[in-house]
Nanobody
């Protein structure tokens, strides 16, 4: 089992910045994908940015150029640096991790979610 703990959310004015962190703990595999999702009231959860154990980041179009995802494997931490925040970025942000492993020759995946952290962008 893997536990994910997010931190860093809060209230910020439009144009401001926030830094979200996700710390993973427990029994983890070395091949994985991690991502930040968000869910605004009345909307479906959507992916914001993702990064694999190989290190290549990928961003949703609506955050390209404003958000940066990174990871520190030594500290089991993933970070989302959010700049130039807009009111439409207001949402609960969730950390997600998928571990990939083999079990008796079968390829398996386990998904984990954090509890979420609220980000509110408002003047």
């Amino acid at each position: 089992q893997v536990q994910l703990a997010e931190s860093g959310g809060g209230l910020v004015q439009p144009g401001g910045s926030l830094r979200l962190s996700c710390v993973a703990s427990g029994s983890m595999f070395s091949i994985y994908s991690m991502a930040w999702y968000r869910q605004a009231p009345g909307k479906e959860r959507e992916v914001v940015a993702r990064i694999a154990s190989g290190g290549s980041p990928d961003y949703a179009d609506f955050v390209k150029g404003r958000f940066t995802i990174s990871k520190d494997d030594a500290r089991n931490t993933m970070v989302l640096q959010m700049n130039s925040l807009k009111p439409e970025d207001t949402a609960v942000y969730y950390c997600w991790r998928r571990d990939y492993y083999s079990d008796h020759g079968a390829q398996c995946e386990n998904d984990y979610w954090g509890q979420g952290t609220q980000v509110t962008v408002s003047s």
